[in-house]
């Protein structure tokens, strides 16, 4: 941790967004945007998006524009979008099943290695192409499989039991999607999915007479 | 809209984490909690949290707290959670499924009046008790039905055609999971999740050498 430098929470939620742009413009053969160009394709001020990459390092020129691919390979890099990552999913419900088969992430180099629900009805069933293990088989799995990600889709009720098996078997990362704030010891990262608060930021918008600042 | 008073989305973006948290601590039974104390269970600080509010009106007191039912009741009312909602579904595939069979969304005043898709198999099934419609009937359901939210699970590629049904029936909120920008006319409302872009944040935070500020 480089102590000296903060940033906030805000600019790092943008980042994966440029990152989603830019691989559009490479996408479309676009080499070289300029800030404005960026800007108004993305309905942030350029002067947003030179603030934001600033925190990182200079990425640009003033009067020259952004070199699309290195900010997208510079993005990349400070979002750990340069190696891949094994994933599980605890709970095969709906949610869990439909993450598995979300097409986008093994792209981006996250690869599920496996699934684990404690239904006897859906344990042993295939979702494309991985075997639904028991439960109770998951301290032994996490002992013997490089794990860098668990994505929690079981029932609020459950979650604080299953974080426990997690971090007793050292396992780094958890997306959490169970709508339950967990308790982890420092070095282990949780990020949240409240998919309600999204639901809610819509009706906020809805109905204010407040007009909303940046994106 | 207030053109005088404009309230950043960052905070817009809190209020949902105010709101739960605060709906705990009525479960509880607590009645009144000190900025200090509030700030301790949120992870956020005491002058944050003041700020955030500050942007509404003035809900607590100097050396006196905040009253925990009227603060709750103040921001479930900015958040426009003071009325009901009638959402549809359109994609009724495992993440459609998912947002469909989730409870706490009703308990927030979401009822789900529709689901539809375009897949034989499915038309026609029931999912809780709602029938899965065929997306032919779709403009037809938005002409005879109070619909406020559609709820977009539709593959990229479905999304922008769907998104012109929906607007030309005058639906005025979308949330949007299909992972595309929209282009809608103003006045209409689109909240996007982007779940991989969720994912890319807990990555950051695995391998970023800075320090976060805020939440």
Redesign the interface.
């Known amino acids: ?3 000296d ?6 600019v ?2 943008r ?3 440029y ?2 742009f830019l691989g559009d413009l490479l996408d479309n053969g676009i080499t070289r945007i300029s800030s404005k160009d960026l800007s108004s394709k993305m309905n942030v001020t350029a002067s947003q998006i030179r603030q934001d990459l600033n ?2 390092g200079c990425f640009g020129q003033q009067g020259y524009g952004y070199n699309v691919e290195l900010l997208y390979k510079e993005i990349k890099n ?4 340069g190696k891949d ?1 094994n994933l599980i999913v605890i709970g095969a ?3 869990g ?3 598995l ?2 097409g ?2 093994e792209k ?1 180099g ?1 690869r599920f290695v496996g699934i684990f629900d404690i239904n006897p009805i859906i344990v042993g069933t295939n979702i494309r192409e991985i075997k639904v293990s028991d439960m109770a088989d998951l301290p032994q799995f996490l002992k013997s499989t490089n794990v ?2 668990a994505v929690l889709t079981v029932p609020k009720n459950n979650a604080i039991e299953v974080t426990k098996i997690i971090v007793k078997n050292n396992i ?2 958890i ?1 959490n999607f169970s ?1 339950i704030e967990l308790n982890v010891p420092e070095g282990t ?1 949780v ?1 949240n ?23």
Not at 5 to 10: E, G, Q
Not at 78 to 81: A, N
Request: proline residues 2%.
């Open positions: 941790m480089n102590l430098k903060k940033v906030s929470l805000a790092i939620k980042l994966p967004r990152y989603r925190n990182f400070i979002l750990g979008l990552y419900g709906n949610l099943q439909a993450l088969n979300y986008s992430f981006r996250f860098d990600i780094k990362g997306w709508n990262i990020e999915v409240h998919l309600t608060d999204s639901l809610m930021t819509l009706t906020y918008k809805f109905n204010s007479s407040y007009d909303i600042l940046d994106f």
